[in-house]
């Protein structure tokens, strides 16, 4: 009997985790609706992801605005660049899809400009994940992320696969529910891919 009100037992340590992860999305949420700073508020939970939920060192509320303040330029960034780029692709599928006659040249333009569409989000995924992780200037972030999806296409399969079911559990008959959870939810899971291939390909064995 005492086991089971046990605090540390495996039942108060998984809704304790759960309790966080409803937290830390409250905070993204609310750093979010500015929108320009989805950059920053997706880094800051990243960084807390690691530090609270998977390393147990710091307090969640602590921790996200000082990943957030830490990461607001790079965040912002990486952000604008991927809305940048983002907004050109789809330009591009409206103007393949309008204007080309040609069915099977636009079938493989439509197909390619797709692809490159998922690359994109899959590799905004990988930037906040190691922005968050390491710091390193512009530059070596959008490299090395690259290098990591690139590297590593399987993974790269999981990270979107992670997304995309997020998306779709927000947009079922659950969603308004799942709104408390998702994204932190998903970025839970996909930061524990991201640890591993940074061990694997950088030689990484501390957390931060």
Do not use: C
Not at 190 to 195: A, D, M, N, P, Y
């Amino acid at each position: 009997m005492d086991k089971l009100w046990d605090m540390n037992n495996k039942f108060f340590r998984f809704m304790a985790k759960l309790a966080d992860v409803v937290q830390l999305n409250l905070l993204w949420l609310l750093t979010s609706l500015p929108i320009i700073t989805i950059g920053a508020s997706t880094t800051a939970v990243y960084y807390t992801v690691l530090k609270v939920i998977h390393n147990d060192t710091g307090r969640l509320g602590k921790e996200f605005w000082r990943g957030f303040r830490e990461n607001f330029k790079m965040g912002t960034a990486l952000w604008g660049l991927a809305v940048l780029i983002i907004g050109l692709l789809v330009l591009d599928l409206v103007i393949v899809h309008s204007f080309l006659q040609n069915s099977f040249l636009k079938l493989i333009m439509l197909t390619a400009l797709l692809v490159m569409l998922i690359a994109v989000l899959v590799w905004i995924q990988y930037g906040f994940s190691y922005s968050a992780r390491f710091q390193d200037p512009l530059k070596t972030v959008i490299r090395n992320s690259l290098y990591l999806m690139l590297g590593d296409l399987k993974n790269g399969l999981l990270i979107f696969a992670i997304l995309i079911g997020s998306v779709i559990l927000l947009l079922g008959s659950y969603g308004l529910l799942l709104a408390f959870l998702f994204p932190t939810a998903g970025i839970v899971v996909s930061s524990q891919v991201f640890e591993k291939l940074y061990k694997t390909h950088l030689n990484i064995n501390e957390t931060q």
